[in-house]
Nanobody, 112 residues
Framework: QVQLVESGGGLVQPGGSLRLSCAAS????????MSWYRQPVGKKRELVAG???????NYADSVKGRFTISRDNTKNTVYLQMNNLKPEDTAVYYC??????WGQGTQVTVSS
């Protein structure tokens, strides 16, 4: 049974950093790309960043230069390092595997 479990969310001040983790199980992690999405309250879910199975990455324009996606195939985990956080980054963050499974989400709140 496939599981994606996010962790690392929380409350942080503007300009601060957080690292999100998504631990995967139930499928061959190294064979699939992974993505991070986010959904602010009352808004549509949007793609934040993605990494292919081979490690190629892409980012939404709004997070380029501040967020970094990475993966550790030995730990079946994908990460999202978020630096210089802004209030507009406040959202529930979800990981998604490219074989179309979603995690349950983790809340990130950026506020002073």
């Amino acid at each position: 049974q496939v599981q994606l479990v996010e962790s690392g969310g929380g409350l942080v001040q503007p300009g601060g950093s957080l690292r999100l983790s998504c631990a995967a199980s139930g499928f061959t992690f190294s064979m699939y790309g992974m993505s991070w999405y986010r959904q602010p309250v009352g808004k549509k879910r949007e793609l934040v960043a993605g990494t292919s199975a081979g490690g190629m990455t892409n980012y939404a324009d709004s997070v380029k230069g501040r967020f970094t996606i990475s993966r550790d195939n030995t730990k079946n985990t994908v990460y999202l390092q978020m630096n210089n956080l802004k209030p507009e980054d406040t959202a529930v963050y979800y990981c998604k595997s490219w074989n179309n499974y979603w995690g349950q989400g983790t809340q990130v709140t950026v506020s002073s």
